[in-house]
T-cell receptor
Framework: AQRVTQPEKLLSVFKGAPVELKCNYSYSGSPELFWYVQYSRQRLQLLLRHISRESIKGFTADLNKGETSFHLKKPFAQEEDSAMYYC???????????FGKGTTLSVSS | ETGVTQSPTHLIKTRGQQVTLRCSSQ?????VSWYQQALGQGPQFIFQYYREEENGRGNFPPRFSGLQFPNYSSELNVNALELDDSALYLC??????????????FGEGSRLTVL
């Protein structure tokens, strides 16, 4: 079965603290994984993809096939990082994204 | 560059009625996908259209149907509405054949309430 699990519904941190948003997946083969973000009153948008191995807005995510995880990390959270974050993978047919339920990140000063 | 636009933004229907939601793809995109997002859940794939044909379908009954037009705009039709169809319906466009597989550009959604 193809599935994405985000175990935390809400993550609250203080500004400057490290952030780790957890994502675990179930997939046969080599998955393509993504993080999407939705800021307040904005549309859902791509944050980063594991293939690119890039850092966007200070966020990075490493694919760990052994632990079937793709956690999103940032060393120092900013208030503007407050948003809903969704982890997603492409289905076997390559036609759809399978999303997790999302984690709300709240960064306070 | 024009982004994905959806209409209407909000609508209320009663059980048993039919609804049509519309989507204009982002300029240059040839693929459109529809997702249903219930409250507190992540988006769930309904179907994808490419070259005016259904190219993949999620676990949704046949009363969910769609169309893609030559200009790549799209419609989502839902017949015999049920209370559980109440959700935010998201349209997403993308370019099939490029290197950016999985990069979807979402609209703001149409919020459907079924009473």
């Amino acid at each position: 079965a193809q599935r994405v699990t985000q175990p935390e519904k809400l993550l609250s941190v203080f500004k400057g603290a490290p952030v780790e948003l957890k994502c675990n997946y179930s997939y046969s083969g080599s998955p393509e994984l993504f993080w999407y973000v939705q800021y307040s009153r904005q549309r859902l948008q791509l944050l980063l993809r594991h293939i690119s191995r890039e850092s966007i807005k200070g966020f990075t995510a490493d694919l760990n096939k052994g632990e079937t995880s793709f956690h999103l990390k940032k060393p120092f959270a900013q208030e503007e990082d407050s948003a809903m974050y969704y982890c997603a993978l492409i289905n076997q047919a390559g036609t759809a994204l399978i999303f997790g339920k999302g984690t709300t990140l709240s960064v306070s000063s | 560059e024009t982004g994905v636009t959806q209409s209407p933004t909000h609508l209320i229907k009663t059980r048993g009625q039919q609804v049509t939601l519309r989507c204009s793809s982002q300029s240059g995109h040839n693929t459109v996908s529809w997702y249903q997002q219930a409250l507190g859940q992540g988006p769930q794939f309904i179907f994808q259209y490419y070259r005016e044909e259904e190219n993949g379908r999620g676990n949704f009954p046949p009363r969910f149907s769609g169309l893609q037009f030559p200009n790549y705009s799209s419609e989502l039709n839902v017949n015999a509405l049920e209370l559980d169809d109440s959700a935010l319906y998201l349209c997403a466009s993308s370019f099939r054949g490029g290197a950016n597989t999985g990069e979807l550009f979402f609209g703001e959604g149409s919020r459907l309430t079924v009473l």
